[in-house]
């Protein structure tokens, strides 16, 4: 997500600077980038728009009009990045998050960023994806929110703002809709193909879930869950024992070669089941 994230930054003519615990992975999103091929001098893009890797989290956001963070969907992990994220950044810097089911109020609260920090929920892919959540926690200032609105529009989005509530809209909708596939496919009521097919067919879905599920990542898929369940309270958003046991064999989906199907080396699905 934070690759997709920092390619359309810049394709919309933003300068990014990014920073990655994993400085190659940091380079290879660069290297994405500057081999765009996009209007302008021919070698950055629009407006000279680049993207550049810096060493250290400080080093990214010294000079920043506007951090996302985009790391794995933990509470913690999250928390943890921005706390040192809101205390260095200035005071007119915008802070956001990208996450699909966190609460942005517990997270401000966590890292002391209060009335500071919005959630922007970017989907997969984010180059080709038109929607971002707008997740706004109470006390938020109305101007952070139109900046974050502008932002998501500057990018070729279009924002839609929500009340801060566990899994937003997208997540709630879309968890409960893959969880239910799921079991079907648990309980032996139908293959994935066919779930996939059923509503591919019969709601005019681009993507069956377990498809999409493969494509997200199952390992996420289920971060996601470990996250919002306990939040609602709602057996819902029990994570099937299907995913629990895929993502403990390592079949992540497709970024594996193995989730709900089988995938080749370079990503397309293959006739088999996984």
């Known amino acids: 997500m934070g690759r997709g994230i920092a390619l359309t930054a810049r394709t919309h003519g933003h300068d990014v600077v990014i920073y990655d615990a994993d400085p190659a992975l940091a380079q290879r999103v660069a290297d994405a980038g500057a081999a765009l091929d996009l209007p302008g001098d021919g070698t950055t893009g629009p407006a000279g728009a680049q993207i550049v890797v810096a060493a250290t989290v400080l080093a990214a956001i010294r000079h920043a ?98 009340t801060d509530s566990p899994g937003f809209i997208t997540s709630r909708l879309g968890l409960a809709l893959g969880n239910e596939a799921m079991r079907l496919v648990e309980q032996g009521v139908a ?62 989906g497709r970024k594996s070669g193995r989730g709900f199907y089988r995938y080749d080396e370079r990503g397309h699905k293959q006739d088999t089941p996984g």
């Open 65 to 162: 009009d506007v951090v996302i963070e985009s790391i794995v969907e933990a509470e913690a992990a999250k928390a943890a990045v921005l706390g040192e994220i809101a205390a260095a950044a200035g005071q007119d810097t915008l802070l956001a998050t990208n996450t699909s089911t966190i609460s942005i109020a517990r997270l401000a609260a966590l890292a002391r960023c209060e009335g500071r920090l919005v959630g922007m929920h970017f989907f997969n892919p984010v180059q080709k994806m038109r929607l971002v959540e707008i997740a706004v926690a109470p006390g938020t200032p109305p101007a952070l929110v139109e900046r974050c609105q502008d932002l998501a529009t500057s990018l070729g989005k279009t924002p839609v703002v929500l």
């Open 191 to 252: 293959e994935p193909a066919a779930v996939d097919a059923a509503m591919r067919l019969g709601y005019n879905h681009p993507m069956g879930p377990l498809e999409l599920a493969d494509l997200v990542g199952l390992d996420a898929r289920l971060n996601n869950l470990n996250s919002l369940y306990p939040a609602l309270g709602d057996d819902r958003y029990r994570p099937p024992q299907i995913l629990t046991d895929l993502v403990s064999a390592g079949h992540l």
